[in-house]
């Protein structure tokens, strides 16, 4: 066991670069071998797209509590070790999985921003513009003036300031270096809640570095001729990379948009404008016409809509909406429930839930086998274009 009693500040400077366990050589491998499997898991799930919710709050918490907690911090490749400059190559490969799922300051912004992040799918690209404007400019001018800080002064000159040494205040608490980075690593988490991260995106070297080499990477989330232009990915991206010309220096592989566009994208907005001229018409000729296997019929062809996975689980959300328990949650097909129980408010008090839960589970199999391949193509994790 270390005695940590013996370290005079200088040697506790050195041994910040890596975590306070480094006597331990076993201990060492561990780490090492711990965060690298997070990063490797993480690649190959989105390489596969097979990356979902539960497996990214899995991977970021194993390195916020494992490369964080208990190693203290590692990989602290904000100091330019052999460690940093292998990963800035393995990135040309895989772009920032690294950033993304391996740095433990960085799976703490993420993990809050999954708790809290809201998308305005109403924000206009200009307002998004003029954000990412700002960010590189103050990320480059904070990258600008570490470099000449550390040219001048020194590599220990910048450890009270990295956030990252916050980690190590555990294991030494008497370090008052390490308590002012701790107080930087709070301030940051607790800016996470608002910003989405913003320790990557506007103050951290190494990360100003990953944006250049990211651009470059092999790997990378691209659209395909697939894709419906309709402009979701875009404003669901809560790093501004979503756009057609994006190179993805900033893309953290969140994978945001795939979740997004797959759950949200098979709902296609010309059938949508269908049905809604269909109840337009019926509105118009109502006399002439059945309501009730008309009714029938337009909350068919809105199930056909639903995700075939979630199609049971919507089912329920539609008809609680129809009886106006609550609202929809995709606007496209509220407007048409509002309609729907302006038109019908005597057949939905008469809806048998249970013959269309049957009808569902009679099709389901099919409209999966039609759609699954489709959404893929949408959106995949593939070799960028050159």
């Known amino acids: 066991m270390i005695n940590r009693g013996n370290f005079s500040t200088e040697d506790q400077l050195d041994y910040s670069k890596y975590f306070p366990h480094f006597g331990d050589g076993l201990f060492v491998g561990l780490a090492i071998l711990i965060m690298f499997l997070v990063g490797l898991t993480a690649a190959i799930l989105i390489y596969k797209n097979k990356m979902n919710k539960r497996m990214r709050i899995i991977l970021l918490s194993i390195s916020f509590f494992c490369g964080g907690i208990l190693f203290g911090g590692f990989p602290n490749v904000i100091f330019l070790t052999g460690l940093t400059f292998l990963i800035l190559g393995i990135s040309l490969l895989f772009g920032r999985v690294f950033c993304g799922y391996v740095c433990p300051l960085g799976a703490g912004q993420e993990l809050l921003s999954m708790a809290r992040l809201k998308t305005d799918l109403f924000n206009k690209r200009e307002s998004k513009k003029k954000t990412k404007l700002v960010q590189n400019l103050v990320r480059w001018a904070f ?151 008309f009714f029938d019929n337009i909350i068919k062809s809105i199930i056909r809509l639903i995700t075939p996975n979630k199609c049971l689980h919507e089912f329920n959300e539609l008809m609680d909406a129809l009886e106006g328990k609550r609202d929809f949650p995709i606007d496209l097909i509220h407007n048409i429930i509002m309609r729907l129980r302006a038109i019908f408010p005597d057949e939905i008090s008469k809806i048998d839930r249970t013959k269309h839960k049957k009808w569902i589970e009679q099709n389901v199999s099919v409209w999966k086998q039609r759609i699954d391949s489709y959404q893929m193509e949408k959106l995949i994790y593939g070799f960028a274009k050159n």
């Open 143 to 293: 990258c600008v003036g570490f470099f000449i800080v550390i040219l001048l002064l020194g590599f220990e000159i910048m450890t009270p300031f990295n956030p990252l040494n916050g980690f190590l205040f555990l294991w030494f608490p008497l370090n008052y270096l390490f308590l002012i980075a701790l107080i930087l690593l709070f301030i940051i988490i607790i800016t996470s809640i608002f910003v989405y991260r913003p320790f990557c995106r506007y103050i951290c070297p190494f990360g100003a570095i990953m944006s250049l080499i990211g651009r470059f990477s092999i790997i990378k989330i691209r659209r395909t001729n697939a894709c419906l232009d309709c402009g979701l990915c875009e404003k669901i991206c809560p790093a501004l990379e979503g756009f057609h010309k994006s190179r993805k220096g900033e893309c953290y592989l969140c994978c945001r948009c795939i979740d997004f566009c797959s759950k949200e994208m098979s709902i296609d907005p010309q059938k949508i404008s269908q049905i809604s001229r269909q109840l337009t018409a019926f509105t118009l000729l109502k006399d002439d016409l059945p309501n009730g296997a």
